[in-house]
């Protein structure tokens, strides 16, 4: 079974200040990670995706990740906060094994405020 | 180009009456997946199809719930005699391919509220 844990419900940055959301996953697998981001009232977006190519991975509107299987880690930061970053992030699991291979496994979600 | 589509947006119904909800996939999409968001259960899934074809049916969290897609494209999630329960945020996203990886693209969502 694969599952997701986001450490920390709510993180608060000031505006320039780095953002460090943290994702930890268990599978017993090579996963699948994904991260998504929900603004108010809207579906998902997908800022990035880690596919077993390069450990570090960049994403849209200056958000990066990276996959360290020694830590089961995939925490994603932005090096300098914008007021537009404010939302909710959510980190994901795929596996290719049995089950529902092609379901996603979501953490609970990370809501981020950004400080004038 | 379009992305997933739901509808409606929200969706206010009375305990016990039958719901459905609309998905449009992304066109040329040939794998679609339904998610539910509630404040409890944060996002769970519900089902995916491959084509016409759901091949497992265990994410969905009782008989009462049912899902179809036709002509590989359009589809539908039903809900007979609604509880307060299923209040949430249904979620609908569909992926190029059904491949482990591939990238999900979701639509806005349906909220709805049972009363």
């Known amino acids: 079974a694969q599952s997701v844990t986001q450490l920390g419900s709510h993180v608060s940055v000031s505006e320039g200040a780095l953002v460090l959301l943290r994702c930890n996953y268990s599978?017993?697998?090579?996963?699948?990670l994904f991260w998504y981001v929900q603004y108010p009232n809207q579906g998902l977006q997908l800022l990035l995706k880690?596919?077993?190519?390069?450990?570090l991975v960049k994403g849209i509107n200056g958000f990066e990740a990276e996959f360290k299987k020694s830590e089961t880690s995939f925490h994603l930061t932005k090096p300098s906060a914008h007021m537009s970053d404010a939302a909710e992030y959510f980190c994901?699991?795929?596996?290719?094994?049995?089950?529902?291979?092609?379901?996603?496994?979501f953490g609970k979600g990370t809501l981020l405020t950004v400080n004038p | 180009g379009a992305g997933v589509s739901q509808s409606p947006s929200n969706k206010v119904t009375e305990k016990g009456k039958d719901v459905e909800l609309r998905c449009d996939p992304i066109?040329?999409?040939?794998?679609l997946y339904w998610y539910r968001q509630s404040l409890g259960q944060g996002l769970e899934f519900l089902i995916y199809f491959q084509g016409n074809s759901a091949p497992d049916k265990s994410g969905l969290p009782s008989d009462r719930f049912s899902a179809e897609r036709t002509g590989g494209s359009v589809s539908t999630l039903t809900i007979q005699r609604t509880q307060q329960e299923d209040s949430a945020v249904y979620l609908c996203a569909s992926s190029l391919m059904l491949l482990v990886g591939d990238t999900q693209y979701f639509g806005p969502g349906t909220r709805l509220t049972v009363l």
């Open positions: 599978s017993s697998v090579p996963p699948y």
């Open positions: 994901a699991v795929s596996t290719n094994s049995g089950g529902s291979n092609y379901k996603l496994t």
């Open positions: 066109s040329g999409h040939t794998a």
């Open positions: 880690y596919t077993s190519a390069a450990t």
